[in-house]
């Protein structure tokens, strides 16, 4: 498992932010952002790149407390570190049980 | 069982579950070695519509470490594809197969076969065919033929099968899971019964078998064909894993999306290990643990918990067990690291001081034609279990024995085992409903669903 950062995973990848929030496939692309939308994420988020077609992206957040991530796509796993992604990824989990 | 369903974990993923595995010189073969992975513990033959098969999202594998290292060397891989020829149909199949090409098989399995040795991946053979399960008179009349249509001779000379097979395995489960009831000694039970015969729990249950034979000289360090019993290229260790992809996530659909590496979900070397001597917290980190990890079960091999509750539920039978309280080096010899030479004559399988959990086999001991004895080293016959296993070993009466005493005589002079170890069995010896056949891949033809009477 390489520790990589989250730019080079993402150039990796070639995905920006936002995509990594939700586990779908390039042809599920267009509803990403309504699904997200119903959630609260800002607009910021939202600017993204499809992924390959039939490329699902998991995210899994490692360690909540320590903002590790690890993300999965293809046969490949990275893990970083990002608390602001994980305190966003919280704040909108907050949002959605309100 | 052997290691069907032995952890929590696996026991609810049966398509990942591996059984048993096997490593032997093949007896028609002498230069090839036979390999046999079993997986889907407990298949009833009747099992319909949705008939048993390999798990499309499941990497199988079949290791070899012949460094001794606990590392594998040579890998062969099985990667299976699922297609439904008439999606619209609720069939298995939609008529009579009579060749596995048929048209009528309408839930076909392909697999591809990989080989990773020093460094090097090659794949041996693609678009391989699996046979269909064995379903009845009317839907698959030769099975036999079918069967045998899916054994592929590769380029290389590699012979692969993969599809169902009749469980060669064997054991009294209705009795040893009551308290380590032997029916043929439970009068001497702490809670008695009649003394009776031993029942074959699995004399009527399929699984599906990755079936290899390679020549001996693919999976020897150097590459030659040992013919020196003390040699110390002469013994392979042998494990399978399964391994499934790390992320999976169930979409409202039903679908299911999978992503990530690859990690090991069974592992299974020698028969028992998991199942009697691994303790029931440690079983799921044990199928999630390459072999190199195994120094960590140097304490449950060298002090059984099976050992000690023998003399219990056997009361006055096992009194030089009881009192037997050393590291149980034997034990640790036969299924971590191998018998060194000068313990058994004409015999090693020592692959070092590196504890690991592998099926070990001396390649350079020919295979017994005449009257194999399936007590395999303990009845003296040195090409059987614990020498690598043969489908037809009683492995549960040699490792029962093993764990009663029968083999630290054989690193403690003074020690006498006690005059029951003997008859520590299940008294379930192999007896012709396993129906071996003689040649590759030499487990018997799968139960037809049709045919199997459930029991009372």
Known sequence: MDAVSRRRFLATTGVAAGTVLVAGRAADAASVPAAASSVGLDEAVLQHQAPTAGEHIMLFVSDPVHGDVTVMSGAHEVVYNDPMLVARIQRVIRRAQV | ?456
């Not at chain 2, 054994?151 to 590699?158: A, R, W």
């Not at chain 2, 592998?358 to 004895?373: H, K």
């Open chain 2, 1 to 456: 069982m052997s290691s069907h369903r032995e952890a929590p974990g696996i026991s609810k993923d049966p398509v990942a579950d591996s059984t048993d595995v096997y490593a032997f010189v093949s007896p028609d073969k002498p230069d090839t070695v036979t390999l046999i992975a079993n997986y889907n513990p407990g298949e009833d033959p009747a099992g319909g519509p949705n008939f048993y098969e390999f798990g499309d999202d499941v990497l199988y594998r079949i290791n070899i470490d012949n460094t001794g290292d606990g590392n594998p060397d040579v890998v062969y891989e099985f990667k299976f594809t699922t297609v439904v020829a008439d999606g619209n149909s609720f069939l298995y199949n939609t008529g009579p197969i009579t060749d596995i090409a048929s048209p009528t098989f309408n839930r076909r399995q392909y697999y591809t076969l990989t080989k990773t040795a020093k460094g090097r991946r090659t794949v041996l053979g693609s678009n391989l065919m699996s046979p269909p399960c064995n379903i009845g008179p009317r839907s698959t009349p030769d099975y036999p033929s079918l069967a045998g249509q899916a054994v592929h001779t590769l380029n290389d000379g590699t012979v692969v099968f993969a599809g169902q097979r009749l469980d060669p395995f064997f054991v009294d489960l209705g009795s040893i899971f009551d308290l380590a009831d032997l029916r043929p000694v439970q009068n001497l039970h702490l809670i008695p019964t009649a003394a009776g015969a031993g029942v074959d729990s699995l004399r009527a249950s399929n699984v599906h078998s990755l079936a290899l034979q390679v020549p001996i000289t693919d999976l020897t360090r150097d590459g030659s064909k040992p013919t020196v019993v003390a040699a110390a290229n002469s013994t392979i260790g042998v494990w399978t894993t399964a391994l499934r992809r790390k992320g999976t996530v169930r979409a409202a659909d039903g679908s299911i999306h999978q992503s990530g590496p690859y990690v090991q979900v069974s592992r299974l070397g020698n028969p028992l290990v998991n199942e009697v001597l691994v303790p029931m917290g440690k079983k799921d980190l044990f199928n999630a643990s390459p072999p190199s990890s195994d120094k960590r079960l140097a304490d449950y091999v060298g002090h059984p918990e099976l050992a000690k509750l023998l003399p219990v539920l056997y009361p006055n039978v096992f009194p030089n067990l009881a009192a037997l309280t050393a590291v149980r080096a034997d034990l640790q010899a036969i299924l971590l690291t191998g018998v060194p030479a000068d313990i058994i004559p004409g015999f090693q399988n020592n692959t070092g001081k590196t504890m690991c959990d592998e099926l070990r086999l001396n390649v350079a001991i020919p295979p017994t034609t005449d009257s194999p004895n399936a007590m395999g080293i303990l009845g003296g016959d040195l090409a059987g279990f614990p020498n690598g296993r043969r489908p037809m070993d009683d492995v549960v009466s040699i490792e029962l024995q093993a764990i009663a005493g029968a083999t630290y005589a054989l690193i403690d002079k003074t020690f006498k085992p006690d005059a029951a170890v003997a008859k520590v069995s299940p008294g379930v010896a192999s007896d012709g409903n396993t129906s071996y056949l003689a040649t590759f891949p030499y487990c018997g033809v799968p139960k037809g669903g049709y045919d199997v009477v459930p029991r009372s």
